[in-house]
């Protein structure tokens, strides 16, 4: 009963492919920046990076916690993977000499940004995963699907997204380069708006995703025959045995 209970389906393994995709992508993304308004500009990670947010309520809703631990983990562990790949890659002499400037443009990754990145993306996941765990637990039982997972699914990237933003930002673009390069990139209006504006951004776009995430999780809880409560688990991020 015990193996049975560490088995996962098809379903699962595809949405945590895609889970891991989504994050790499949005790091290699990241290089670019495009303008929405006067003066609002967004990096083209923007495109992708809250469907991760969006597969971690899925597979949080549907398989609970202990199932979304495993495939944080595993999309931080993918992350570094490409990040050091790439530094190893940007690290070889290419045959002409010049010829790879566009390359490190895109895969040269700072090294205060990947660990501002993955720290980040750490903290913010489990507390998205997090909240929809215990808002699923308080909710039990009390029917409108529709509202109760919408208000969860909300809350948890607003607080998910924001714990990214004040602890990627900050990091990124002010303590490591004043510790490292003796001064910050950005000062602290520019780099407060730039949080601001993500949250908000990514956490409409969670919204208006919303009819076609709430189809996602009916669905798969319909053909999978699955709807976990995390009932007595234990809610410790690096008990990762515990599937």
């Not at 390359?103 to 040269?108: E, L, S």
């Not at 969860?152 to 933003?165: K, Q, Y």
């Not at 730039?194 to 189809?215: D, H, N, S």
Request: hydrophobic letters at 55%; glycine letters at 4%; one cysteine or more.
């Amino acid at each position: 009963m015990k193996n049975a209970q560490k088995q996962v389906s098809v379903s699962f393994m595809l949405a945590g492919i895609l889970f891991c995709i989504c994050l790499v992508t949005a790091n290699l993304l990241e290089t670019k920046v495009f303008k929405v308004w006067e003066s609002l500009s967004l990096t083209c990670g923007f495109i992708v990076f809250p469907i991760s947010y969006i597969l971690n309520d899925v597979i949080a809703e549907v398989w609970g916690y202990r199932k979304a631990r495993l495939i944080i983990w595993v999309g931080f562990a993918m992350n570094f993977f490409v990040m050091a790949l790439g530094g190893i890659a940007c690290a070889l002499p290419p045959i002409l000499p010049g010829s790879d400037e566009a390359f490190k443009q895109v895969f040269a990754f700072a090294p205060q940004i990947v660990a501002a990145s993955l720290i980040a993306f750490i903290v913010g996941s489990f507390l998205n995963a997090l909240i929809m765990s215990k808002m699923k637990m308080r909710d039990r039982n009390k029917g409108h699907f529709t509202y109760h997972f919408s208000m969860r699914a909300i809350l948890s990237t607003v607080i998910g997204e924001s714990a990214d933003s004040i602890i990627f930002f900050p990091l990124a673009f002010y303590l490591f380069p004043f510790l490292f390069q003796g001064a910050p990139v950005l000062t602290l209006d520019i780099m407060f708006g730039l949080m601001v504006t993500q949250v908000i951004a990514k956490t409409l776009y969670e919204i208006i995703a919303l009819p076609f995430t709430i189809r996602i999780v009916q669905y798969v809880k319909k053909t999978e025959h699955t709807d976990v409560y995390d009932e007595k688990i234990s809610y410790n991020a690096f008990n990762i045995k515990d599937i």
